[in-house]
């Protein structure tokens, strides 16, 4: 077993996943907060306070995109090499990583999309 067949860091699948969902939450904030907001039936100035944010929507966009290629890279195109009994070893392992994914991702685009779609719900 040497160094360069063992993943140094096998968070950062995870991690990026995670930064990519809530990168994604950043760029829909804008218009999913105060839709959200007004579903719930609160209110207020403080709510619409939340399209500030909007200036940074393309920012966000980026890094969900730059996050989730990261995750797909990893996961797809150069999956981290692991030791027999390691955890990440059990195809089943692979499996739900694969399929987290893919979740986050459709949430994602729901998410970064939703200035497209939100006059509907309006």
Known sequence: MNAESIDAKPWTLAASVLAGAAAALGASACCAGPLLLVML?????????????????????????????????????????CAPGDVCAVPATRAR??????????????????????PVFY
């Open 97 to 118: 990583q694969k399929a987290l994914f893919w979740v986050v991702s459709v949430l994602a685009v729901a998410l970064v999309s939703l200035p497209l779609y939100a």
């Open 41 to 81: 039936g609160v209110g207020g100035a403080w709510g619409s306070q939340l399209v500030a944010l909007e200036a940074y929507q393309p920012w966000f966009i980026a890094a969900t995109v730059a996050f989730l290629g990261y995750a797909f890279f990893r996961l797809y195109l150069r999956p981290a090499q």
